[in-house]
């Protein structure tokens, strides 16, 4: 296994949690990264994405404002900082390594994919 989310959990709307992704150096360190996230019956949908070196980033546009995605190259591990979490947020956040140096909300240019972790946010 090469990529794996933690820090999933419940919590109460209006409330945070940040999640992580832990990668191994190779599919990490040169490569840019993406945070989706799937609901129950719903399409995936992007959330955010970070350049290698965290040079660029973009979001979502219903996360904007409430998460913050970084990295630490030197422990190979990829955050998303979720706060003001609503009900909508609920579903599972996976993480992906891109073919690139950048990130980007087209699924198909990453190559990597990682087991999801489960965010339930209660009303």
């Known amino acids: 296994v090469q990529l794996q989310a933690s820090g999933g959990g419940l919590v109460q709307a209006g409330g945070s949690l940040t999640l992580s992704c832990a990668a191994s150096?190779?599919?990490?360190?040169?490569?840019?990264m993406g945070w989706f996230r799937q609901a129950p019956g719903k399409e995936r949908e992007f959330v955010a994405a970070?350049?290698?070196?965290?040079?660029?980033?973009n979001y979502g546009d219903s996360v904007k404002g409430r998460f913050t995605v970084s990295r630490d190259n030197a422990k190979n591990t990829l955050y998303l900082q979720m706060s003001n979490l609503k009900p909508e947020d609920t579903a599972v956040y996976s993480c992906?390594?891109?073919?690139?140096?950048?990130?980007?909300?087209?699924?198909?240019?990453?190559?990597?994919w990682g087991l999801g972790t489960q965010v339930t946010v209660s009303s």
């Open positions: 970070i350049a290698w070196n965290g040079g660029y980033i």
């Open positions: 992906a390594a891109a073919r690139g140096s950048v990130g980007s909300a087209d699924p198909t240019y990453y190559r990597y």
């Open positions: 150096r190779r599919t990490f360190t040169n490569n840019g």
